[in-house]
């Protein structure tokens, strides 16, 4: 299992075996499991949910995002734009934002009901190995690499590099 995410009384979780699976956090009972289009070695490794829309991330090498409709399970749509595993992924306010083994970290528009959005907005470049993790901490976001780096940037306006923090080994 490598990802996780809560949406309301529910649990997600996406695992090596290429499904998301669905627990009722009141039961602890898996209600779906969800076969993706995913594939490789590594499966689903990153979730996202807003809004009815659940964003998974695969260990393909394509660098794809899926996007499900929560409603009724069918792929809505498949962002590209990395070229490498799609690590994490975090909402924030109308964008999704992922983090890849590209060494980028992108900035997307969110898919509506109607199935619009999606485009890759903004890429954010710095990272000299793959970008593992991301987290938003008020107005930062912040991405961890196998750079032994963490980088602040600015969330929204010129989304720059505000920081670079370094002491790992």
């Known amino acids: ?40 070695l590594i499966g689903v490794i990153s979730l996202a949910v807003h809004n009815g829309r659940v964003y998974s991330g695969g260990g393909t090498g394509d660098g794809t995002i899926r996007v499900w409709d929560r409603a009724t399970w069918q792929c809505v749509k498949v ?34 009901a109607e199935g619009r959005g999606g485009e890759c907005e903004r890429a954010l470049g710095g990272h000299t190995h793959q970008v593992n993790s991301i987290a938003v901490c008020g107005s930062k976001l912040l991405s961890g690499s196998t750079d032994k780096s963490i980088r602040v940037w600015e969330l929204g306006g010129q989304w720059g590099l505000a920081r670079t923090l370094t002491g790992h080994h």
């Open 1 to 40: 299992v490598y990802a996780l995410v809560v949406d309301g009384d529910t649990l997600l979780s996406g695992s090596q075996d290429n499904t998301i699976r669905l627990w009722n956090r009141s039961t602890w009972e898996c209600e779906r499991t969800v076969q993706t289009e995913h594939s490789g």
């Open 79 to 112: 962002l590209r734009g990395h070229t490498s595993l799609v690590m994490q992924m975090v909402v924030w306010q109308s964008k999704l934002i992922s983090a890849s083994w590209d060494k980028s970290i992108k900035v997307w528009g969110l898919v509506t």
